[in-house]
């Protein structure tokens, strides 16, 4: 027979571990909705999209391994042939593609920056510290993408960095700040929660 204390224990545990697997859920399908914002660029196979900032805020919101887990999840919908890729695409053949590269980047950027700002505690962290993070999960995010977009389309460095990578610098220098303002006021709400 438990106590009531044990119990409640018990019944505290699996709330939380409950609540876990709903932001993990919730964090893969805000990433999936993040294709369907999807812009082509004309000379590169690599379009705009919003993913990215999704899956970086997935680490800095719930720390490295639920973030990853989130990103994880989103990749294993798109993988089945859900259209959650950009544009609204999907299957396995989509990691194969010149883009594949950046898809895995995805899981490099949630777990660098939750790696870089920890779980979620109570206190808030620096703002330079998540715009670190931030940065330095988007920057993983080009290191796989930019070998197999460079492997898949057989350029130069130069024109792989000027079709893959420079388009999107200003964008992902928004991004990095729009990551800093919602990670400092998300990353308190679950914290409150989780603790």
Do not use: E
Not at 27 to 38: E, N, P, Q, R, V
Not at 138 to 155: C, D, E, R, T
């Amino acid at each position: 027979m438990y106590s009531n204390s044990a119990y409640s224990v018990s019944l505290g545990s699996r709330r939380k571990a409950l609540f876990r697997l709903t932001l993990v859920a919730l964090f893969a399908a805000l990433t999936a909705a993040g294709a369907f914002i999807s812009i082509p660029l004309p000379l590169s196979p690599v379009p705009i999209v919003l993913q990215n900032l999704l899956a970086l805020l997935s680490g800095l919101i719930l720390g490295p391994v639920m973030g990853s887990l989130a990103v994880i999840l989103y990749l294993a919908v798109g993988a089945l042939g859900a259209p959650v890729f950009a544009g609204g695409t999907g299957g396995f053949v989509r990691f194969l593609g010149p883009t594949g590269g950046f898809l895995a980047g995805y899981v490099l950027a949630a777990l660098v920056a939750g790696l870089f700002t920890g779980r979620p505690r109570r206190h808030p962290l620096p703002r330079l510290r998540i715009a670190a993070g931030a940065a330095l999960g988007l920057l993983a995010v080009y290191i796989p993408g930019l070998f197999q977009l460079k492997l898949i389309s057989g350029l130069s460095w130069p024109a792989v960095f000027a079709a893959g990578c420079l388009p999107f610098l200003p964008g992902d220098a928004v991004k990095c700040v729009a990551a800093v303002i919602l990670t400092r006021r998300l990353r308190q709400l679950v914290a409150d929660r989780l603790d």
